[in-house]
């Protein structure tokens, strides 16, 4: 009993180590490393280099896959430039195999306790971060350490290594290298305890080859379940995933029955007689032989993906997310990407519905204020689930810079909603000038479209700034927000003027007025959304 407990106990505090390690890595650096991944695709060669770099950084390539699933679904990568990244991460996920191979064992306890230090006495958020970092390091050594010992005393025990020495067949092997690696969510462990049980005398060579092609297949689990609630291009991203290591173990494994006699001895070679450091190293050469086999047919797989899953997904669809799903969250490090995304196609719709709004107050067509109303209720849809997901997506550990945005994302979200408003306000107004028949002066209507279009310019470039995070359009923005303020004083003089004078009715004076204050507002909420980028109120911003 006594056995079993510390096995489970190093397994746990080794899953701990990873995921605290995986997680702070994400949390400290995953916002950088996702805007240079968004842009690392354009050649096949390098994608594939960076993807493997990537998550030999954050020692996870579930969460890189999911995070490529996610930018397909956002719009923001293509299928066709997803495929290197997806290789890579193959390559770079065999990094945690080749660190359990070198015996750090013995300075896990002085690792743990810097790794503490950092965060205990770090002051500002990324030190804490990295202390997350060096201390999941140091507990996944020390789980390591635990398992070892457990496993030395496993070989007392007959009945296991009779077990254990049944798995001859590869068929087995891959079976349970899948199981265990669906269970656990990621092939770096699997092959990681794999390797602490072949350097124990405990499974063959030749068997942990066939489990290491099995834990690849299991690896595909994170961005398959990701994939479940998007758009055709991410579950053919997850697609691409699967068939690369579906096709590389039936590959691989072909070659293994026919060669098993000439690749054990060669990985034991190069290993240096080391049984661990061969598990290691026969991961990262199936998954480099695999990459190198495959990458030259990526366009193919893009091509098979698609008649597997064919057809495209009905853009536009009423009240329906594209961006991110009601039930499913597809990774901290990319929410925010994923609700930035959802927010900018809301703004896309209540830009649409202020341009209908006013075409159909002055050539009263029933069809565009009808479609304004229907439009309406998709922001509102929007609003809520957006807000909903925001709240969600707040109570996760997320990377600094992403945290640090999520105060401005719901009063962005807020402000979108609030010109949405004046959107409909507007066609309220037409019906009204519709069933009473109002009519305004030819110089009232020149003043309106004309602080109707600054503040369509302004509400443009709002989402501009917000969009690219570039803060150098803020003076310009104050200028056209400051020229509509002077120009909505400047109308409702004019229209007192033209009401002293017996030129508009009582009535078209009232609705002219509620256009030029519903403007002015517009120009106010998109100068909000602007400088939610800053720090600064908009009002304390110099011009």
């Known amino acids: 009993?006594?056995?079993?407990?510390?096995?489970?106990?190093?397994?746990?505090?080794?899953?701990?180590?990873?995921?605290?390690?995986?997680?702070?890595?994400?949390?400290?650096?995953?916002?950088?490393?996702?805007?240079?991944?968004?842009?690392?695709?354009?050649?096949?060669?390098?994608?594939?280099?960076?993807?493997?770099?990537?998550?030999?950084?954050?020692?996870?390539?579930?969460?890189?896959?999911?995070?490529?699933?996610s930018f397909v679904n956002a719009g923001i990568m293509s299928l066709a430039q997803s495929v290197g990244i997806i290789f890579g991460a193959n390559i770079g996920t065999t990094i945690t195999?080749?660190?359990?191979?070198?015996?750090?064992?013995?300075?896990?306890?002085?690792?743990?306790?810097?790794g503490a230090v950092f965060m205990m006495f770090g002051k500002k958020p990324m030190v804490k971060k990295i202390g997350e970092v060096i201390l999941g390091f140091g507990a996944l050594f020390m789980g390591i350490s635990m398992m070892k010992d457990a496993m030395a005393d496993l070989r007392n025990y007959q009945s296991v290594l009779h077990v254990l020495g049944s798995l001859d067949n590869p068929l087995l092997g891959i079976l349970m290298g899948t199981v265990i690696t669906v269970i656990v969510q990621s092939s770096s462990v699997t092959v990681s305890i794999l390797l602490l049980m072949a350097g124990q005398g405990l499974i063959d060579l030749s068997v942990c080859f066939y489990v290491i092609l099995g834990c690849n297949i299991g690896s595909c689990t994170p961005a398959v379940l990701a994939s479940l609630d998007t758009r055709?291009?991410?579950?053919?991203?997850?697609?691409?995933?699967?068939?690369?290591?579906?096709?590389?173990?039936?590959?691989?494994?072909?070659?293994?029955?026919?060669?098993?006699?000439?690749?054990?001895?060669?990985?034991?070679?190069?290993?240096?007689?080391?049984?661990?450091?061969?598990?290691?190293?026969?991961?990262?050469?199936?998954?480099?032989?695999?990459?190198?086999?495959?990458?030259?047919?990526?366009?193919?797989?893009?091509?098979?993906?698609?008649?597997?899953?064919?057809?495209?997904d009905k853009e536009n669809q009423d009240y329906q997310l594209m961006y991110i799903g009601k039930q499913n969250i597809f990774s901290p490090s990319t929410a925010v990407v994923e609700t930035t995304q959802e927010i900018?196609?809301?703004?896309?719709?209540?830009?649409?519905?202020?341009?209908?709004?006013?075409?159909?107050?002055?050539?009263?067509?029933?069809?565009?204020?009808?479609?304004?109303?229907?439009?309406?209720?998709?922001?509102?849809?929007?609003?809520?689930?957006?807000?909903?997901?925001?709240?969600?997506?707040?109570?996760?550990?997320?990377?600094?810079?992403?945290?640090?945005?999520?105060?401005?994302?719901?009063?962005?979200?807020?402000?979108?909603?609030?010109?949405?408003?004046?959107?409909?306000?507007?066609?309220?107004?037409?019906?009204?000038?519709?069933?009473?028949?109002?009519?305004?002066?030819?110089?009232g209507t020149k003043e309106i479209l004309e602080m109707h279009e600054r503040a369509m310019r302004i509400f443009k470039e709002s989402m501009e700034m917000f969009i690219t995070q570039n803060a150098d359009m803020q003076n310009e923005i104050m200028e056209l927000e400051n020229?509509?303020?002077?120009?909505?004083?400047?109308?409702?003089?004019?229209?007192?003027?033209?009401?002293?004078?017996?030129?508009?009715?009582?009535?078209?004076?009232?609705?002219?007025?509620?256009?030029?204050?519903?403007?002015?507002?517009?120009?106010?909420?998109?100068?909000n959304i602007a400088f939610s980028i800053l720090e600064k109120d908009p009002e304390e911003a110099t011009i």
């Open 1 to 69: 009993m006594e056995l079993i407990l510390t096995l489970l106990g190093g397994l746990g505090l080794f899953l701990f180590g990873m995921t605290f390690m995986s997680q702070g890595l994400q949390k400290a650096a995953g916002a950088k490393l996702r805007s240079i991944l968004e842009v690392m695709t354009k050649n096949k060669i390098v994608a594939v280099i960076f993807g493997a770099l990537f998550t030999a950084i954050i020692q996870s390539s579930g969460a890189t896959t999911v995070m490529v699933v």
């Open 97 to 114: 195999s080749q660190l359990v191979a070198f015996n750090l064992t013995g300075v896990a306890p002085f690792i743990l306790f810097v």
């Open 232 to 312: 055709k291009e991410a579950k053919r991203a997850a697609l691409i995933h699967v068939m690369f290591n579906v096709f590389g173990m039936v590959i691989i494994g072909l070659l293994l029955a026919l060669g098993m006699q000439y690749f054990e001895p060669f990985i034991l070679k190069i290993s240096g007689s080391d049984v661990g450091r061969c598990v290691a190293n026969a991961d990262t050469l199936f998954k480099t032989f695999q990459t190198i086999l495959f990458l030259p047919l990526s366009s193919q797989f893009v091509a098979l993906t698609k008649l597997i899953i064919p057809g495209e």
């Open 483 to 527: 020229s509509i303020d002077r120009m909505e004083r400047e109308l409702q003089q004019n229209h007192v003027k033209r009401m002293a004078k017996g030129k508009c009715s009582p009535m078209a004076g009232i609705i002219f007025t509620d256009l030029v204050t519903g403007l002015e507002r517009i120009g106010d909420h998109s100068t």
């Open 344 to 443: 900018e196609r809301m703004a896309k719709m209540a830009y649409d519905n202020l341009e209908f709004s006013m075409e159909g107050f002055f050539d009263g067509s029933q069809e565009k204020i009808q479609q304004v109303y229907e439009t309406e209720k998709q922001i509102d849809f929007l609003s809520h689930e957006i807000t909903n997901y925001l709240v969600k997506i707040n109570q996760l550990q997320l990377p600094v810079t992403d945290a640090e945005r999520i105060g401005g994302l719901f009063h962005v979200v807020s402000d979108i909603e609030r010109i949405g408003d004046h959107a409909e306000n507007i066609a309220d107004a037409a019906i009204k000038c519709i069933e009473d028949g109002i009519s305004f002066t030819k110089k």
